[in-house]
């Protein structure tokens, strides 16, 4: 007997197909790739796609200001701004928000927060715990706690661009915070989108441990531009479970008022 599986569409109509229409729900996906490649742009396509359908968005940025993610969204017709946008550690919003931002400011306000209370004991912007803990204020600036229980009634997209950040003066920690971070703050009814940067000169990630909890893994990559005299972008979804995806590699377009869109490599299975 095959049962079915609800799937959370990514906003990019080429990886849903390839994806047997989205990513399970519930999924922790690692997107990887050097920088340039596409994943926050990656990112940006699924948190707008979550909005659009009525659903919260945790957007954890450590890459750039979130007031710049916003405007290279609308580069490519994605308007984040129209809708409520929470800074979390901003004051108590009015309204309840569609969309919390955990920026390194909000990770600053949360590591003096939990340094404070925990007994001589600092923590840092970056630290693992700092993000879990900030993650865990959005999920209540949501409305969805309840006796810090997590209700099961909304789903909720988190991202997390990128998680390489927290470990990249500690990569051989980079397996344990992975853990650490899942068993806190995962939830059937969140849908996780994590970056995992590699190394441009070496091709290595920062940090081996995300690939190997992750439910699924989607690799950008690109050509070696002074070989081939340009850039050249590509995807692979390297593992995704629960789903019979696609084997085939596809060469990736980024087009301004278009975003990130997939071709199929001729011959490819």
Same mark, same amino acid.
């Not at 909304?154 to 998680?163: E, F, N, P």
């Not at 531009?225 to 019979?244: A, C, F, P, S």
């Given at each position: ?29 690692? +997107? ?13 396509? #699924? ?20 007031? *710049? ?5 609308? %580069?490519?017709?994605?308007? @984040? ?29 949360? !590591?003096? %927060?939990?340094?404070? !209370? ?17 993650? %865990?204020?959005? #999920? ?9 229980? $997590? ?17 990249? *003066? ?13 068993? !806190? ?7 996780? +989108?994590?970056?995992? %940067? ?16 992750? *439910? ?14 340009? +850039?050249?972008?590509? @995807?692979?979804?390297?593992? $995704? ?8 590699? #596809? ?19």
């Amino acid at each position: 007997m095959r049962y079915a599986v609800e799937r959370v569409r990514t906003g990019i109509p080429e990886l849903d197909n390839a994806l047997e229409g989205g990513i399970p729900k519930g999924s922790w996906v690692a +997107v990887t790739g050097e920088p340039g490649t596409g994943k926050s742009i990656l990112c940006i396509h #699924y948190a707008y796609r979550g909005l659009i359908e009525g659903e919260p968005v945790i957007y954890v940025t450590t890459e750039a200001e979130f007031r *710049d993610v916003v405007r290279q969204a609308k %580069q490519f017709g994605l308007h @984040l701004d129209d809708y409520e946008i929470f800074y979390l550690g901003s004051a108590p919003p009015a309204v309840k928000p569609q969309l919390v931002v955990i920026d390194i400011f909000s990770l600053l306000k949360k !590591a003096k %927060q939990i340094s404070a !209370a925990g007994g001589g004991r600092w923590h840092a912007a970056l630290d693992i715990e700092t993000l879990t803990a900030a993650i %865990q204020d959005a #999920y209540e600036v949501l409305g969805l706690t309840t006796g810090g229980r $997590m209700s099961p009634r909304r789903h909720v997209r988190l991202i997390i661009d990128s998680l390489s950040a927290f470990w990249a *003066d500690k990569p051989a920690m980079a397996r344990k915070y992975s853990y650490q971070l899942k068993i !806190a703050t995962h939830r059937e009814n969140v849908t996780a +989108v994590l970056v995992s %940067q590699y190394a441009p000169t070496t091709g290595a990630t920062f940090g081996y441990g995300l690939e190997h909890i992750a *439910d699924g893994v989607i690799h950008l990559w690109m050509d070696n531009v002074e070989e081939v005299k340009g +850039v050249r972008r590509y @995807l692979i979804i390297k593992k $995704m479970r629960m789903t019979n995806h696609s084997l085939t590699a #596809y060469r990736v377009r980024i087009e301004p008022g278009k975003g990130l869109s997939l071709e199929p490599l001729s011959g490819a299975e």
